[in-house]
């Protein structure tokens, strides 16, 4: 497929690039006020990570629990990496996000719908690692599954909203010099004619998700390349906290299903980790050797003592155990979940589930204030490609989907008061803003992709997972340097296309993640160097902030 050399120009108010929750949410919010928003997404509308959290949206909605405690239970998990200032602003505006997302028809399980005759039109309110109280609104276990559907309908409904499916951005169009440097929108492929468009826009929000994929074994699906937070590097924004990678602790281990993911929530409602003692005979428990909140302790936590416990048995999988809870019940509560194993032969009742951790949330991201603005004019961040202060060096399960909830309100809010200025920004003469392919031919050599594709995510498995040492953090800098000069040559000398573009991105965020795990010296949160096992004081509240020169 041949790129044009010289790109059309497409205008619109606003762009968003992503069609999670995040993104979906900020496009309709935006189009309320009557400006024109273009949605960017690389496949389908609802191909993202927002579509398969299984777990729900942590909120303060019950007389027993408050604000404070829902801030406490995310500072804690934070490790002393969190903003207090960014976490109030975000869990306080969580149930005006709930109260709107009910009105827009999203369905949370009530008590009612799981047999409790006490309180049948309450809400029923879970609880996961880390929190104190029930404070998780969710829709059975597919509760991202439930708030994309209302979201794409709605968006179906804005005359004002296009959608662009099948089209990748490639790069930000940045404008001006210096201070007055800002983004004006953003280079695009066009997946299926290879055709490269040039998206022009007063105001630009990164709505990509996260970035599972620069690992071997993750959660995510494959669109989760962190094509934000490279993009965003590349125009010279501030990134923070990168080195801080989410591993969720539980992955179905099994050799026919991929990527499965077993809710934070099972440990909520009594579920027990076990391992294989090494002298045989029943798995046996072993996180009250590793925190007092044993199985429901933060994710952190959890996925260091399962890699270590694995590695000390020897064994490929630890287990989870829910089996004192009745058929009738986990089938209720856990309905996809208990489907999903029954297929691989497990049921939940009566046999314990085999897991292992994988990568799951990237709580680094694009630097950005309460607004989700972020360090370059013009330009915003919500969802995952973000890093507002919530998560710290740890998220707190269910926080994500609440913070994609807010932020992207903010977010639309701030833009539209500030449009008038935004519009400023743009040039009077875009022809300087045009995509040129040059000289740049089609390839013939595609293995060049597939091998550093793999080569990156096992590497970065490897040397920059769950446990790290310096020599392990080297050699993956020593190893990313190499590829990411090969990839950028291939980039300049063919023309472009998706698996280039993602390749590239990978590539760049992966070294992001290494260049942060080597400037952090200590151990706190996500983020586990053997050498340096202990918080440092002087590094409480302290981002790795990384920013490209230009």
């Known amino acids: 497929m041949k790129n044009n050399n010289r790109s059309k120009l497409i205008r619109f108010d606003h762009i968003v690039i992503g069609s999670g929750l995040a993104g979906l949410s900020s496009a309709l919010h935006l189009a309320r006020s009557g400006r024109t928003v273009a949605i960017i997404t690389k496949r389908e509308i609802d191909d993202c990570n927002s579509k398969l959290a ?3 949206v942590a909120c303060v909605m019950d007389a027993l629990d408050s604000f404070d405690e829902h801030v406490q239970d995310t500072l804690y998990a934070g490790a002393g990496l969190c903003d207090e200032k960014a976490v109030r602003h975000i869990v306080e505006r969580g149930p005006e996000a709930i109260r709107e997302l009910i009105e827009l028809g999203v369905k949370f399980t009530t008590r009612g719908e799981l047999g409790f005759t006490d309180d049948r039109e309450n809400y029923d309110l879970a609880r996961e690692g880390g929190h104190h109280k029930r404070r998780i609104l969710h829709s059975g276990d597919i509760t991202g599954a439930e708030l994309e559907r209302v979201m794409v309908e709605q968006i179906g409904k804005q005359k004002n909203i296009q959608l662009f499916d099948y089209h990748i951005a490639i790069d930000l169009v ?4 210096g201070s007055r440097r800002s983004c004006v929108g953003a280079y695009v492929l066009n997946i299926r004619s290879g055709e490269v468009l040039t998206f022009v826009a007063p105001s630009t929000v990164i709505a990509c998700g996260g970035a599972g994929k620069v690992y071997l074994y993750t959660s995510n699906p494959d669109v989760a390349c962190g094509s934000g937070v490279a993009m965003a590097y590349r125009a010279g924004a501030k990134i923070a906290n990168m080195e801080f990678i989410q591993f969720h602790p539980t992955i179905l281990y099994h050799p026919t299903v991929r990527s499965f993911l077993i809710s934070e929530a099972l440990r909520g409602e009594g579920a027990v980790l076990k391992c294989r003692d090494v002298r045989g005979g029943e798995p046996v428990e072993f996180m009250h050797k590793y925190h007092p909140m044993k199985s429901l302790a933060p ?6 003592a399962i890699d270590s416990e694995m590695k000390r048995t020897g064994e490929e999988c630890v287990y989870l155990d829910i089996r004192h809870h009745s058929e009738e019940k986990l ?3 856990f309905p996809n979940i208990f489907k999903r194993c029954l297929e691989a032969g497990i049921n939940m009742a009566h046999d314990l589930i085999p897991v292992v951790p994988a990568a799951h949330f990237v709580c680094g991201g694009i630097a950005t204030g309460l607004n989700g603005e972020s360090s370059i004019r013009g330009l915003y961040a919500v969802g995952e490609s973000a890093c507002t ?5 740890n998220r707190l399960a269910s926080n994500s989907l609440l913070e994609a909830l807010v932020m992207s309100k903010c977010a639309a809010d701030a833009i539209c008061a500030d449009f008038a200025a935004l519009n400023g920004n743009l040039p009077e003469q875009a022809e300087n803003l045009h995509w040129v392919s040059g000289n740049a031919t089609d390839s013939d050599e595609q293995v060049v992709i597939t ?12 040397y920059v997972g ?3 040492t310096d020599k392990r953090l080297e050699r993956a800098k020593n190893r990313i340097k190499l590829i990411r000069k090969e990839i950028e040559k291939y980039y300049w000398d063919f023309l472009v296309t998706a698996e280039l573009v993602e390749l590239r991105n990978i590539a760049t965020v992966a ?7 080597m400037r952090r010296k200590e151990s706190r949160g996500l983020h586990y160097n053997a050498d340096y096992p202990f918080r440092d004081p002087e590094l409480e509240c302290v981002d790795t902030v990384i920013q490209r020169q230009l």
């Open 54 to 56: 299984q777990g729900g």
């Open 174 to 177: 940045m404008h001006g010099t």
């Open 299 to 304: 994710r952190d936590v959890v996925a260091r």
């Open 331 to 333: 089938r209720l509560r």
């Open 389 to 393: 202060g919530l998560h710290g060096a």
């Open 451 to 462: 091998h550093n594709w793999d080569e990156i995510r096992r590497f970065m498995w490897d």
């Open 466 to 468: 769950i446990y790290r």
């Open 511 to 517: 070294e992001l993640i290494i260049d942060s795990a």
